[in-house]
């Protein structure tokens, strides 16, 4: 406790910083966890049993002086004052992971204010580093050129038929794969439990008309039933997250496979690739050919990039090589501005 209030009101630390620092120093939280929450250090910076003052008005033997426990308060209201809070659009939150550490990225500010994603697996008290020891080696991504590039790649690909359909094919390709691999372990026990289900209805039905004795029907239904359970019980063991991946999957598949058949058929109009985004895109995208090169605030970027992406089903996965855009299209975004095709720019709000 004395750490903390240490930290925070003479060394001026923020919340988050102390968190990392108590878990680099492996000091267990006051659950016995070893990871600890902003939460957690907020309710110690805010709690006067600390500084002697028991909530019911009694008195506790104090832990840090009445003055260091005013100063947190201070300090706390003057942060609010002077940062209030951010109103910037985060298109990625929760959409972008890490295929090094398999982490979120978090969004945040650096001390200049700039918005960026940083990997969670890059911090001491991300289950990550708790379970290897070491920290994940993902870039951080400055947020407003991550977004212009993932926007703009979208949209090329959006931007005439054949870029859509390419993408499509490259989506439907990786989709089939990773279905082959998740349907080993569901798609048996999921057939298994339907012919179960089928047969209880048979022997329901045998006994609604009387074809089979008493005896051999409650034997059947035994032993169907006995199935059924082995076989819902091999279904709860499975890790759910591959259950409702292989889900999404199916999902996916099938809408990628009906948008490659349109962008297929010769009687397709040719507006049609644009037809479900176009009130997302601008007005020069409609016009065949167009060369557009225009300049977007953040603010548009991030709100018109997170409708694409929800329209598209799609999580955006970092990996050394780059961004991939995986969900009813998969697309490779370069981060490098010299591989990057920059066709959109951005300036301050």
């Given amino acids: 406790v004395r750490r903390i209030f240490g930290l925070y009101t003479e060394r001026g630390i923020g919340m ?161 794969a990773k279905l082959s691999d998740l349907e080993r372990d569901v798609a048996p026990i999921r057939r298994g439990l339907e012919a179960v289900s089928s047969e209880l209805g048979r022997i329901e039905m045998a006994w609604v008309r009387g074809i089979l004795a008493p005896d051999k029907l409650d034997l059947a239904e035994r032993s169907a039933k006995e199935r059924q359970e082995h076989l819902q019980a091999r279904m709860d063991i499975l890790d759910p997250g591959r259950v409702d991946e292989l889900e999404r999957t199916q999902s996916l598949l099938a809408a990628a496979t009906e948008n490659l058949d349109l962008a297929a058929n010769p009687d397709t109009p040719h507006s049609w690739f644009v037809d479900g985004f176009a009130s997302l895109l601008p007005p020069e995208w409609s016009k065949e050919g167009h060369d557009i090169l225009l300049d977007y605030t953040p603010k548009w970027v991030g709100e018109t990039l997170r409708e694409l992406l929800t329209r598209l089903q799609a999580e955006v996965w ?19 501005k010299d591989e990057a095709q920059a066709s959109l720019s951005t300036r301050p709000t």
């Fill in 16 to 176: 988050g910083s102390i968190v990392n620092e108590l878990a680099a120093d492996a000091i267990p939280s006051p659950t016995g966890k070893p990871i600890w929450g902003v939460n957690v250090v907020r309710g110690i910076l805010t709690n006067e049993v600390y500084s002697g003052q028991h909530a019911l008005g009694m008195t506790a033997p104090p832990i840090i002086s009445q003055s260091t426990f005013d100063r947190a308060q201070t300090l706390r209201s003057t942060n609010r004052t002077v940062h209030p809070p951010r109103v910037d659009t985060w298109p990625l939150q929760n959409r972008l992971r890490c295929s090094i550490c398999g982490s979120r990225f978090k969004c945040a500010y650096g001390r200049n204010g700039r918005r960026s994603y940083r990997c969670f697996g890059r911090e001491t008290n991300s289950p990550y580093f708790q379970r290897t020891g070491q920290r994940c080696t993902a870039k951080i991504l400055e947020a407003g050129e991550t977004d212009a590039d993932l926007l703009n790649a979208i949209y090329i690909a959006l931007s005439q038929p054949e870029n859509f359909r390419a993408a499509l094919e490259v989506s439907i390709n990786a989709l089939k």
């Fill in 318 to 336: 970092y990996g050394p090589d780059g961004l991939h855009v995986k969900g009813i299209i998969t697309l490779p975004v370069p981060l490098t």
